[in-house]
Nanobody, 131 residues
């Protein structure tokens, strides 16, 4: 069993920054993909970013939605390998949503996560950006 816990959401004015975190615990494995999704009221869930880590922790790969490229950065904690951060800069009102992290383990890529088919999901953290 794997548990994902998000934290760090909140409210900020447009142009501001927030960082959200996703901590995975339980039966986690080295090769994994952890991604961030968001869902705004009345809209479909969309992928924001994902990070893949190979088992020996020598290879990382990241992917971003076009809407957040250059503004958001996904990263992994060097000390706590199963903690992933999403640094969000230059926030816009359209970034307002519930943000969820999702994870898959023992996978060769982020393909499953990016298709929204991850087995493990967090409870979400709200991000609100006011204009």
């Amino acid at each position: 069993q794997v548990q994902l816990v998000e934290s760090g959401g909140g409210s900020v004015q447009a142009g501001g920054s927030l960082r959200v975190s996703c901590a995975a615990s339980g039966n986690t494995y080295s090769s994994n993909c952890i991604g961030w999704f968001r869902q705004a009221p009345g809209k479909e869930r969309e992928v924001v970013a994902a990070i893949y880590s190979r088992g020996d922790n020598t290879h990382y790969a990241t992917v971003y939605a076009d809407s957040v490229k250059g503004r958001f950065t996904i990263s992994r904690d060097d000390n706590a390998k199963n903690t992933v951060y999403l640094q969000m800069n230059t926030l816009r009102p359209e970034d307002t949503a519930m943000y969820y992290c999702a994870a898959e383990f023992s996978q060769p890529s982020c393909s499953t996560v990016l298709r929204g088919l991850a087995r493990y999901w967090g409870q979400g953290t709200q991000v609100t950006v006011s204009s």
